[in-house]
């Protein structure tokens, strides 16, 4: 799936405001495909966990596909970002 200029610029702008499981998800498929740089699975994993957190059913599938390309110590830094994400929502 890509996106437009415009949609990723949505979504990153959505993570500083109101974001939807939708939003995390697109912003993992981002990292996880290198539409935003380069490919970053622990950037794309903390993403679909997030989203998965809100109810996305496509974020947990990529998060488990993602999974299977990650070592455990990169699993769990995905797992503090998402938590460290977590602590600065109100």
């Not at 702008?13 to 974001?19: C, F, Q």
């Amino acid at each position: 799936m890509a996106f437009t200029d415009v949609e990723t610029r949505q979504v990153h702008d959505a993570i500083n405001t109101d974001p939807t499981g939708e939003d995390l998800c697109k912003l993992g498929l981002l990292y996880s495909t290198g539409q935003g740089g380069v490919v970053d699975y622990v950037e794309a994993h903390k993403w679909f966990n997030l989203a998965a957190l809100m109810g996305s059913e496509p974020a947990k599938h990529y998060r488990r596909e993602v999974s299977s390309e990650m070592g455990t110590e990169d699993i769990a830094a995905a797992q503090r970002a998402a938590r460290e994400w977590l602590s600065t929502r109100h």
